[in-house]
Nanobody, 115 residues
């Protein structure tokens, strides 16, 4: 079974930063494109950032210049550094491969940006 566990979310003020971490149960993901997705209340899940096994990155327009995705193959983790957060970033954040496989969704981690 594939297991993805997200952590690092929380409550942060506008302009603040958070670093999210995704841990997976197997090193197989080191060879897969992976991404961070988010789903805000009342909205569909969207891809925020992605990273291939050879280091190519892609970001949603809303995240460019503020978010940075990275991975540590040895530790089987995927991270998302989020800076200059705004209330529009409030959502549950998930990791998955790209394109996502529905069965792989984990619990996600809640990010709330509010003063």
């Amino acid at each position: 079974q594939v297991q993805l566990v997200e952590s690092g979310g929380g409550l942060v003020q506008p302009g603040g930063s958070l670093r999210l971490t995704c841990r997976h149960s197997t090193i197989v993901f080191s060879a897969n494109p992976m991404g961070w997705y988010r789903q805000a209340s009342g909205k569909q899940r969207e891809l925020v950032a992605s990273l291939t096994s050879v280091g190519r990155t892609n970001y949603a327009d809303s995240a460019k210049g503020r978010f940075s995705i990275s991975r540590d193959n040895a530790k089987n983790t995927l991270s998302l550094q989020m800076n200059s957060l705004t209330p529009e970033d409030t959502a549950v954040y998930y990791c998955n491969i790209v394109p996502a496989i529905d069965a792989y969704w984990g619990q996600g981690t809640q990010v709330t940006v509010s003063s």
